[in-house]
């Protein structure tokens, strides 16, 4: 149960949505997109979120998309994790998406809510971590397509206030190509992630790109464990050097054991991917 | 005919359809709603609540504070809890006001419209803290509380609630002159019950005087005692009702939304007030299961026989006493494990600590204290080189050994866990020493023992009425409450079988209404069968000699030469000379219309005979009318490089006197089996370092899912009867978990070549003793 009234309101198209959460913020509201609800939800009930307005988006037809356009892969924001589980549309993507929450809540949660929501763990964005992707967002920046590298920085998805993740696009012909996840929790098959590794080979590379969650406060592209790699294994290599920050320290796992846990995890991907990996 | 009978529970049809009520599925037109206030703090003076505000939000129909308690402190054994905080609040979570609305809705926007001013105090955090000299008190006027139901003994100026001993022969020499002596520290955390139905309770005070309370409760009649007594109201004019409970664990034992709803319903006029706890209220504001530290020192000659025992105890209690206390003694009177001990010496202390309050837990601080003893042995049987198994067979218990609080036992009192424990060992392939299963693997088996008495009180009660339907099947009422284990069904069974008639024509109240239902002490400490099958037989005693009385006279002969079967009376020379139940359960009519009899209602009473209280010094007593022993174990495979483990199998044998429901029996075996592991391997109630609640919701407070349990179980019973029990079945409710997370350390422990003395065993737990051990 839900203590505080909030407006609900469901835009059919992008400027609508957008120009309804202007109106709103400039009236001193405080407006959220509204997408699985879930992180909401949970929130509201334990009072750590009071939204005064949501704004539905899922259901905007841009957000729904998923389709190959172009030669690229592309999907709506809004679309749940299990309605892309279902269409499979990315193996790896299914992998990693088919390890977050359950299945009852990954029937709510939605791609763009994923990336965008506030629980730091955002693994739907690994495999697009390790490619060309682009996502689209319409704002004040208009409507436009950015590379993912561009606007999540940090472990976040940088948006202007009121900006709207849409959708997000891959190659196509990388979806076809291989790659292993890697998710390890406390001790629970359904739990946050303590890390959880993607990887895929690169053209030309001994060692496979890797993109990590949980291991610190966000997601990231591991370029500079990938470049260790090169010259020691996961058991040498420098690894506090080579982080963006130190391994989280809390009650999942201390940060000694994450980083004893990541080591682990990047063996277990190199030996999946194999010795060309 | 129904004992040792599969009979399918009686109220698992509707359960499987999700037909069966449950206490919140029930919505009365015009109840209020009340939410509650919770403190932020572990430990803060609250300086001032102003209402204002939350009592003019939309629908708000009153706000309830410790102001409209008048001083009121409940407590089942010592009356240390205020209903809603007082001056102070002892622990995050803890009720300090209510806000009544006309719905939840309305009443959550009043509670966020309260304003309270906190100032927040030094908290106590863990037993070593409390212990401390000059730490903070979590109860300065320890000595002016009442004592509902001594014993107990609490120590003014200091956090200690009570302390409970045993001091039986001279341990200090026993352990001087042992040959091998092991010492070992443990740690165990609070747990919470987990129940899948939250607590709640409705309350409605009707003109007339009569108090009318729906509740989530092991303990009806318990409730309308403590609300009589608190209220100052007779005890004819509260009347709860029980009905079915979504699973309970002990944590519906604690009377504590009753109260809350009580005085919500006061507070407007007695209009009937619900209050049902969000699950992370249920959390964070209702009582868990105790964590405790131990330390415990166990001797051996060179022989390998036990010769004396030291334990030292500090369950951590949390703001209030509940049945901590009661707990402690439990503990007590089974301190040496199912062995034999002549020299002992056991304190156990109830502390006081800023965390939310403890209560029973599924086996009433025996899964602790098991983990400890076994452990300890485990230890010893290293120490001495000896199969852990052969010690324990050695050093089991016997009839005409004494118990650590002098109970003389006999085989019909104590079972036989020597075959409890060959028939475990048999099931698990005993084998004592880790198999290297390659990649890095390790296949390795635990063991643990398990004993328990009932610890209830010297004059428990339990109660059955029979009524005849005029077709000739059987009402029957007894005062259980139904949250899983069949206890109606068993009732039942032990009626068909005394009367050697069909389950099927025997129906049962799976209500409870303390009105017209006889009362049973309380669902608790695995006793129902016991109790409530002697009042059934009773009860089936008194049916059977009206019947007989009715039909001698139908049957023109004398009651004596009369047999009762298949809801027939009949001459036991004679068997076709005979009378239905149908045409004498409502009384026989003659063909011209007279009638004799009326209708036939049986009663039947019991009260557990024997039982003492303990002796304050030494612990000497009768705890409870017999003991249920077992033997647990597990094999588990681990993983040397990433210390995760998989259990592959999980075994239990439990001497069970009688079985009476052999799937129900398994079942209740089974889900105690996988609440043992679920606690021994990833649960623990954890507080931030400001003592908030740090897992408050079930995304975070892990209990095992389908999947993760053991992948094989191996139950079985061993059938010594408790000659004074009904078909001489034993309790074997709780017992299922008792021994599992003991079995599991002990398996770890072996598979990893460390020592687990602390729960949960989480992959990195096992690693840090891993990282210690190479240190
Ligand atoms: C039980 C459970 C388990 C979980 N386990 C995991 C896990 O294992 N791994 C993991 O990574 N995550 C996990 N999560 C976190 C979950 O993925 C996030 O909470 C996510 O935010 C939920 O998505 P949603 O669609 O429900 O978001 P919502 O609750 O609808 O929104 C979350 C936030 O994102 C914003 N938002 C949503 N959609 C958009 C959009 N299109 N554009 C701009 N802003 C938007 C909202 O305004 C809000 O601030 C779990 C969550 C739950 C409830």
Redesign the pocket.
């Known amino acids: 149960m839900i203590a505080v009234d909030f407006a609900y309101r469901r835009p059919d198209t992008l400027a609508g949505a957008y120009e309804l959460f202007s109106d709103l913020a400039r009236r001193g509201e405080n407006p959220?997109?509204?997408?699985?609800?879930?992180?909401?939800v949970?929130g509201a009930r334990t009072g750590l979120f009071t939204p005064s307005s949501v704004i539905d988006?899922k259901a905007i037809s841009d957000?729904r998309a998923l389709a190959v356009h172009d030669g690229r892969l592309i999907l709506g924001?809004?679309l749940s994790l299990r309605e892309i589980l279902a269409k499979d549309p990315w193996p790896l993507l299914s992998h990693i998406l088919s390890r977050?929450?359950d299945h009852s809540?990954r029937t709510?949660?939605?791609l763009?809510?994923?990336l965008?929501?506030?629980?730091p763990?955002?693994?739907a964005v690994l495999p697009f971590l390790l490619t060309e992707s682009a996502v689209r967002l319409y704002g004040s920046g208009g409507d436009r397509w950015v590379p993912l590298a561009h606007v999540f920085t940090d472990g976040s998805l940088r948006?202007a206030v009121g900006e709207?993740?849409v959708a997000l696009s891959v190659p196509e012909a990388v979806t076809r190509l291989g790659g292993v996840a890697c998710k390890k929790t406390r001790f629970d098959w359904v739990d946050?992630?303590l890390v959880t590794v993607a990887a895929r080979r690169q053209p030309g590379r001994r060692i496979p790109a890797l993109a990590v969650s949980g291991l610190t406060s966000g997601p990231f592209r591991a370029l500079r464990v990938e470049d260790a790699l090169l010259h020691a294994g996961p058991a040498e290599i420098p690894l506090r050097e080579l982080l963006p920050e130190a391994p989280l320290d809390d009650r999942h796992g201390s940060s000694a054991y994450r980083e004893f846990v990541f080591r682990n995890t990047l063996e277990d991907v190199l030996e999946q991917l194999g010795p060309n990996g | 005919m129904a004992v040792g009978q599969s009979v399918l529970r009686k109220e698992a049809p509707n359960k499987l359809t999700g037909r069966a009520r449950y206490n919140a599925d029930l919505s009365i037109p015009g109840i209020l709603h009340a939410a509650v206030a919770t403190s932020p703090h572990a430990h803060a003076r609250i300086r001032h609540i102003d209402k204002a505000a939350a009592r003019e939000s939309p629908g708000v129909a009153a706000v309830v504070t410790a102001a409209d308690a008048q001083g009121l402190k409940c407590g089942e054994v010592l009356e240390d809890r205020p209903p809603l905080a007082e001056e102070e609040t002892r622990y995050w979570g803890e009720p300090v006001a209510l806000v009544v609305a006309d719905g939840e809705a309305e009443a959550l926007a009043g509670v966020s419209r309260l304003s309270v001013t906190y100032e927040p105090l030094p908290a106590v955090l863990t037993v070593h803290e409390a212990l401390r000299p000059h730490a903070p008190l979590v109860h300065p006027d320890l000595s002016g509380y009442r004592q509902a139901q001594p014993p107990v003994a609490p120590r003014a100026g200091t956090n200690i609630a009570d302390v409970a001993h045993i001091r039986k022969g001279h341990a200090e020499e026993a352990l001087r002159d042992s040959a091998v002596v092991v010492t070992a520290h443990y740690h165990l955390p609070p747990v919470d019950h987990a129940a899948m139905e939250t607590r709640s309770a409705r309350v409605e005070i009707l003109d007339d005087g009569r108090v009318i309370v729906h509740a989530t409760t092991q303990a009806p009649f318990e409730v309308q005692k403590l609300l009589a007594r608190y209220m100052k109201t007779q005890q004819g004019l509260i009347i709860v009702n029980a009905p079915l409970i979504g699973g309970a664990f002990g944590g519906k034992t604690t009377v504590q939304l009753e109260i809350l709803a009580y005085l919500a319903s006061r507070a407007v006029g007695g209009r009937p007030v619900e209050i049902c706890n969000r699950r992370e209220q249920d959390l964070a504001m209702s009582p868990v299961g105790p964590g405790l530290e131990a330390d415990m020192t166990l001797g051996a000659d060179r022989y390998g026989r036990l010769t004396g025992m030291k334990l030292t105890v500090y369950l951590d209690a949390g703001a209030y006493t509940d049945s901590s206390p009661r707990i402690a003694r439990a503990i007590c009177s089974e301190c040496t494990g199912p062995y034999r001990l002549e020299h002992i010496e056991t304190d156990v202390y109830t502390v006081y600590t800023h965390h939310v309050y403890a209560t029973a837990w599924r086996g009433f601080g025996h899964m602790p204290l098991t983990f400890v003893v076994e452990r300890t042995m485990d230890k010893l049987a290293a120490q001495l080189g000896v199969d852990p198994l052969e010690m324990r067979r050695a050093a089991a218990i016997k009839p005409q050994d004494t118990t650590p609080t002098r109970v003389r036992l006999t085989k019909s009192r104590l079972g036989d866990l020597d075959l409890c424990l060959r028939r475990a060992a048999d099931l698990l392939h005993w084998d004592p020493t880790p198999r290297d299963e390659g990649k890095g693997t390790v296949r390795a088996q635990g063991l643990a023992a398990l004993w328990k008495t009932s610890s209830s009180p010297p004059n428990a009660i339990s109660g059955a009425i029979i009524t005849l339907n005029q077709e000739g099947s059987l009402n029957l009422s007894t005062g259980t409450v139904e949250f899983g284990p069949g206890t109606k069904t068993t009732a039942a069974q032990i009626l068909a079988e005394r009367l050697q008639m069909p389950i099927e024509q025997i129906h049962v109240h799976s209500h409870i209404n303390t009105k017209v239902d006889p009362e049973h002490w309380k669902t608790v400490a695995s006793l129902s069968t016991f109790m409530v099958g002697r009042a059934v037989m009773e009860a089936a005693e008194d049916v059977i000699a009206q019947l007989k009385q009715v039909a001698a006279i139908v049957l023109k002969c004398a009651p004596g030469d009369l047999e009762v079967a298949h809801q027939k009376v009949y001459l036991r020379d004679d068997p076709e000379i005979f009378v239905p139940f149908r045409d004498i359960a409502h009384g026989y009519s003659y063909p011209n219309g007279d009638a004799i009899g009326g209708q036939i209602i049986g009663r039947g009473s019991y009260v557990v005979r024997h039982i003492t209280t303990l002796d304050a010094r030494t612990g000497e007593g009768h705890p409870g009318p017999g003991f249920t022993v077992g033997a647990q174990g597990v094999e588990v495979l681990y993983n040397r490089r990433t210390h995760h483990y998989r259990v592959l199998t999980a075994v239990s044998v439990l001497d069970a006197g009688r079985v009476v429901n052999p799937q129900v029996a398994r079942g209740v075996v089974m889900g105690g089996i996988n609440m043992g592991l679920s606690y021994g391997s990833r649960e623990a109630v954890l507080f931030t370092r400001d003592g908030a609640l740090e897992n408050p919701d079930l995304?975070t407070y892990k209990v095992m899912r389908p999947g993760e349990q053991a992948l094989q179980y191996r139950v079985d019973f061993v059938e010594t009867p408790q000659l004074d029990s009904p078909y001489g079945a034993r309790p074997l409710g709780e017992h299922g978990c008792l021994a599992m997370p003991a079995a599991l350390a002990n398996a770890l422990s072996r598979a990893a070549g460390v020592a687990c003395d602390t729960l949960p065993l989480t992959p990195e737990v096992l690693w840090q003793l891993a990282g210690m051990r190479e240190a």
């Open positions: 959220f997109y509204l997408g699985g609800g879930t992180e909401i949970t988006v957000l924001a809004g977050i929450a809540v709510q949660i939605t763009g809510g994923n965008v929501g506030s629980i763990y955002r693994e948006l709207l993740l946050y992630p | 995304r």
